[in-house]
């Protein structure tokens, strides 16, 4: 069974356009969160939930919204897509004060 | 701000060889938690080792073991016997699980090359 799932794993679309990328755990994790992966292999984080607790980074912009609808699900939504959002998206989810567990990744690619 | 460094964006090592990864970090944290992360061209992110600050004792995690100097704030990985399944990027990741609310601070990753 996959623990940290994330679809769609590629995702092609025109810059304005919105679209979502969908994570979900089954670890029974507290807390999940989304990571960014650019062109340059650099890893940083975006957000993080922890029962039901959003930390945005200030960084974000707010084009970007995380939706959790439950503890199991952590949803990232994206609204007019930039050339600049191209990138590695990735899910993962920790129970506190233990080690991340990520998901496959998401690659969006903005024409 | 927390911040972590790997010095060498790529590294080469003979099969069967022994190559370590350097890794430098910065808090004025005195308990957080490092970790080594392998990402092959598969793209995912694998834990290969964890280490609790307060624990004096060197993490080992069979031929992965890491040398961790908590007040030089350095934290280097050891790979033994080296395979062509190593081959990856490794990142070092840094976090203190307080107000970051447990996110993970990334180095910028070195480049491991397996040669057989």
């Known amino acids: 069974d996959t623990a940290v799932s994330q679809t769609p794993k590629y995702l092609v679309t025109q810059m304005g356009n919105d679209k979502s990328i969908k994570c979900e755990q089954n670890l029974g994790h507290d807390t999940m969160y989304w990571y960014k992966q650019d062109s340059k292999k650099f890893l940083k984080i975006m957000f993080s939930?922890?029962?039901?607790?959003?930390?945005i980074n200030e960084t974000v912009p707010n084009r970007f919204s995380p939706k959790s609808p439950d503890k199991a699900h952590l949803n990232l939504h994206i609204n007019s897509l930039e050339l600049g959002d191209s990138a590695v998206y990735f899910c993962a989810s920790s129970q506190t004060y233990n080690e991340q567990f990520f998901g496959p990744g998401t690659r969006l690619t903005v024409l | 701000a927390q911040t972590v460094t790997q010095s060498q964006p790529e590294m080469s090592v003979q099969e069967a060889e022994t190559v370590t990864l350097s890794c430098t970090y910065d808090?004025?944290?005195?308990?957080?938690?490092l970790f080594w992360y392998k990402q092959p061209p598969s793209r995912q992110m694998i834990l290969v080792i964890r280490?609790?600050?307060?624990?004096?004792q060197n993490a080992t995690e069979n031929r992965f073991s890491v040398n961790f100097q908590k007040a030089a704030k350095s934290f280097s990985l050891k790979i033994s016997d080296s395979q062509l399944g190593d081959a990856a990027m490794y990142f070092c990741a840094y976090t203190n699980y307080g107000g970051s609310q447990g996110n993970l601070i990334f180095g910028k990753g070195t480049k491991l090359s397996v040669k057989p």
């Open positions: 939930y922890n029962n039901k607790e959003l930390i």
């Open positions: 808090t004025s944290e005195s308990d957080y938690y």
């Open positions: 280490q609790e600050a307060y624990k004096q």
